[in-house]
């Protein structure tokens, strides 16, 4: 129950004693809220995956998809929407790929 108390300034709410655990429960029962930053159109892209790996078993090609992304606001290629889609990261990734040891058969392994 709310009690009011008069002061010197106006009236300022009070509760009984009792109401403290109803508060706790009730804020400890709100649902976690999931980070609110914006994401880039790169992460976008990977979040919709799936739905453009459907849209290729359904027979839409890499102009076809693109056209579809550009009337949801991107601007995007098909050599591009192909690379985010099949998971490859460009040339920082493939530089770092390098580093880990040698590609072909039969090359020397680098020494450390």
């Not at 709100?30 to 919709?48: D, K, N």
């Not at 390098?98 to 020494?111: D, I, L, N, Q, Y």
């Amino acid at each position: 129950m709310l009690a009011t108390h008069p002061t010197s300034s106006g009236k300022r709410k009070l509760w009984v004693p009792e109401k403290l655990a109803e508060f706790r429960t009730r804020l400890q029962a709100l649902p976690p809220i999931e980070a609110r930053r914006s994401l880039t159109q790169t992460e976008m892209i990977r979040a919709l995956n799936k739905d453009i790996e459907a849209l290729r078993k359904r027979g839409y090609g890499p102009s076809d998809i693109c056209k579809a992304l550009a009337e949801l606001g991107f601007s995007i290629s098909p050599n591009a929407l192909a690379k985010i889609t099949s998971g490859k990261r460009g040339k920082k990734a493939a530089t770092k790929a390098g580093e880990a040891g040698p590609t072909k058969p039969g090359a020397a392994a680098p020494s450390a």
